[in-house]
C-alpha cells in the first residue's frame, strides 16, 4: 500500500482556490425592469389606435397588411 497523499492534497488545494476565486467575483449587475403601460400611469392604447385596431380587424387584415393600415390609419392617411 503505497502512502501518497500529495494528489489528494493536491486536488483539494485546487478546489478550495477555485471556491474563494469564485466567491470574490462581483454579481453581474441585474437590468431593473421597464415599466409597464399600466404601472406608468399611461393608457394602454391612444383612442386613435384602439380605433384604427377596430377598424383593421373589421376588415380582417393580419400581419404587414394589418401593420401598414394601421400606420397609415394613425397618421390619418386611411387607405381604402
Given at each position: 500500500?503505497?502512502k ?22 462581483a ?5 431593473p ?10 393608457p394602454?392604447?391612444?383612442a ?5 385596431s377596430?377598424?383593421?380587424?373589421a ?20 387607405p381604402?
Open positions: 500500500m503505497s501518497r497523499p500529495a494528489p489528494f492534497a493536491l486536488a483539494a488545494t485546487l478546489s478550495l482556490c477555485a471556491c474563494f476565486a469564485m466567491a470574490q467575483t454579481p453581474t449587475p441585474q437590468k425592469m421597464a415599466p409597464t403601460a399600466a404601472a406608468a400611469g399611461k394602454a392604447m391612444s386613435k389606435s384602439a380605433e384604427c377596430k377598424l383593421a380587424d376588415k380582417g387584415l393580419h400581419g404587414k397588411a394589418r401593420k401598414h393600415f394601421r400606420s397609415a390609419c394613425k397618421r390619418g392617411k386611411t381604402g
